[in-house]
């Protein structure tokens, strides 16, 4: 196989465009014979890059190589448009490759990830010992190259060639020293892939509305001005709006030794104010200085954004890959929306669109399921998601000595105390997996309005364990592992690895692992689907986020219904490349508005129309 390393040169990135246009194109080709330097590498404008890049794209024994490359494959693809089947088919038949996604599965094997850094700098002075620095300096070339649209590249400062050869060449070398071909990084492709699909995403973007926007930022400020009243009175809050801070600690530490629970400190020896603290200190002023963090956050973090979309798309930036498999979001954070305000309801799809929203039934459930009938050949949960069974309910109903029937007519009725005991129930699901234990479960069940004290989380997991007897043995295992301080765990179905491991990392590295690769392989397909297969309902739309069990795109409404059916399909059928012997399942709504209110609506005949409030 032929390597061909390459870079783009573009006109600077701006608000609302994330694929801007190409200038030059370098590249650097490896036939796997010669040992190639720097100087090898050439740089051709856009005028004359087509050939050369069209050339290795259609070739078969050629792997195409960049670095953070699906920047400079969007790049390509926007440049000419006629080549996007040919780009979905390199990635597909696995001829792309990142040295930026490499090195991301590389330092979370060997536990790095949360100090290391993947950007092109910081990978060739760990990878390489060059120091970068002073060439990617901000009056460098770097954020000039339009300036040199369309003049000859034998015309360029020496300096402007040199930094585009060298980025080509470096990408190169990095590659080489990442093991090359031959280099075992587990998921690498689907990881690969994922990545194409994020940002293809992210330059599509998403639109607000000028008015929620509006009224959200009125809404806000004035619960931050009736938050304030009161600690402006109680000198929590300085007549400047300042935090007094001491008045804040001392508060802190006597609301904590009036309720008898352990002062929290920082690292650096002082009281925390953290908002978690204060929301758990009881005590009314802190619980309102809490609520006033919350607010002021969406308003310095997203109303700005949210009216920048009203103006152009707004770009959230994805990152493929966290420790634990999943992804990650910013600029802003769209996969955890403050619950404080209406954030969500301030997103519209295009004129003539509509949001198709997606996501996978108890996912994580499944998964853990799919991982205790592999490794123990059993897993009562997987039974009762087999058989059709809500697996709250079914829980709620050993926690009460009933029947599965007898717990669906309780909640039928909604009886109360059955409500109570499914809270319980989807708490003792949601967090025993990952190895909670009693004082971290009575903290974790807050964030559900479940308000247990420590021996009652203790009896929780007992009968949880009872429910799930596979849970034992899962658990012993990882402890057998968790007996070295720092170990490896190793996806059994994609053979991703995470070192540094502990024991509650390891608990939920397995199963919520397992299902991020899985939903990351659905939104390839999906992605693919809506930019090349024209026989597809899903043609013609396009994926706008993806909360690591969901997706939501946006649809032409002409087409709603039959898009929902699509993507449900391909997030299943995806999905059971992964979890194979658990009954998985997904579930699309169409909407107007973002919102998590959305319930399926349907007409006379049984079409999915869009929901509207």
């Known amino acids: 196989m032929k390597l061909f390393c390459f870079d783009t040169e573009t006109y600077l990135i701006k608000p609302g465009v994330l694929i801007p246009r190409m200038v030059s194109l370098a590249y650097l080709v490896d036939d796997g014979v010669r040992g190639l330097v720097s100087s090898d590498a050439s740089v051709v404008l856009r005028r004359d890059a087509r050939a050369v890049f069209e050339q290795a794209l259609m070739d078969e024994d050629t792997v195409l190589v960049g670095h953070n490359v699906a920047f400079d494959l969007a790049v390509a693809a926007m440049t000419w448009t006629d080549l996007i089947p040919a780009i979905f088919g390199a990635y597909r038949d696995g001829r792309v490759a990142c040295t930026q996604v490499r090195e991301l599965l590389h330092l979370i094997e060997t536990g790095d990830i949360g100090i290391q850094r993947v950007s092109m700098e910081k990978t060739a002075k760990r990878r390489l010992g060059l120091d970068l620095s002073a060439v990617k300096k901000q009056d460098s070339w770097r954020l000039r ?151 002021e956050k969406v308003l310095s973090t997203y109303v700005p954004a949210l009216v920048e979309g009203t103006r152009w798309p707004i770009n959230p930036r994805f990152n493929v890959l966290v420790a634990s498999g999943r992804t990650s979001c910013r600029g802003p954070n769209l996969q955890n929306i403050p619950r404080t305000g209406s954030v969500r309801e301030c997103f519209v799809p295009r004129p003539g669109h509509v949001f198709v929203a997606c996501d996978y039934d108890v996912l994580e459930m499944c998964a853990l399921s799919q991982v205790l009938i592999d490794w123990f050949g059993y897993s009562r949960m997987a039974e009762a998601i087999n058989a059709g069974q809500d697996l709250h309910t079914s829980f709620a109903a050993d926690l009460m000595g009933i029947s599965y029937d007898s717990a669906l007519e309780l909640r039928a009725l909604k009886d109360k105390e059955f409500d109570e005991k499914r809270r319980f129930a989807k708490v003792a699901n949601f967090g025993f997996p990952g190895g909670l234990g009693a004082r971290t479960m009575v903290e974790y069940a807050k964030g559900y309005g479940v308000f247990i004290d420590e021996d009652e989380a203790r009896l929780l997991k007992t009968e949880w364990m009872a429910f799930e007897p596979a849970m034992k043995l899962y658990f012993d295992r990882i402890g057998q592992m968790a007996a070295v301080d720092e170990f490896t765990i190793e996806q059994h179905i994609t053979g991703r690895r995470r070192g540094r491991c502990f024991y509650t990392s390891a608990c ?106």
């Open 508 to 613: 939920n590295s397995y199963f919520q692992g397992l299902a991020a690769d899985g939903a990351k392989d659905a939104l390839t397909h999906v992605t693919r689907e809506c930019y090349t297969e024209k026989s597809s309902p899903l043609y013609g739309s396009r994926p706008v986020l993806f909360i690591h069990d969901e997706i939501i795109i946006e649809s032409p409404e002409s087409r709603t219904h039959e898009a929902a059916q699509r993507l449900e399909e391909v997030m299943v059928n995806r999905m059971s490349h992964y979890i194979s012997r658990v009954r998985v399942s997904a579930s699309a709504v169409a909407m107007r508005w973002w919102s998590k209110d959305a319930d399926a609506v349907r007409d006379e005949s049984g079409r999915l129309i869009p929901w509207e409030g």
């Open 145 to 295: 190259y339009s300036e040199l649209d369309d003049i000859p590249v034998d015309e360029w400062p020496h300096e402007a060639y040199r930094y585009a050869a060298d980025d080509a060449s470096i990408t190169h070398s990095i590659f080489l020293h990442q093991g090359g071909l031959s280099a075992d990084y587990g998921s690498e492709q689907l990881q690969t892939e994922a990545a194409w699909a994020l940002h293809l995403m992210s330059a599509w973007g998403l639109r607000t509305r000028s008015d929620r926007v509006a009224a959200l930022k009125a809404s806000l400020q004035k619960q931050l001005t009736e938050i304030q009243k009161p600690l402006f009175q109680s000198g929590l809050l300085r007549p400047t709006g300042s935090r007094n801070m001491q008045k804040i600690r001392e508060q802190v530490v006597s609301s904590y030794e009036s309720i008898g629970k352990e002062v929290l400190y920082t690292d650096t020896g002082k009281v925390s104010t953290a908002r978690e603290v204060l929301e758990q200190s009881g005590n009314t002023e802190l619980l309102e200085l809490a609520k006033m963090s919350a607010v």
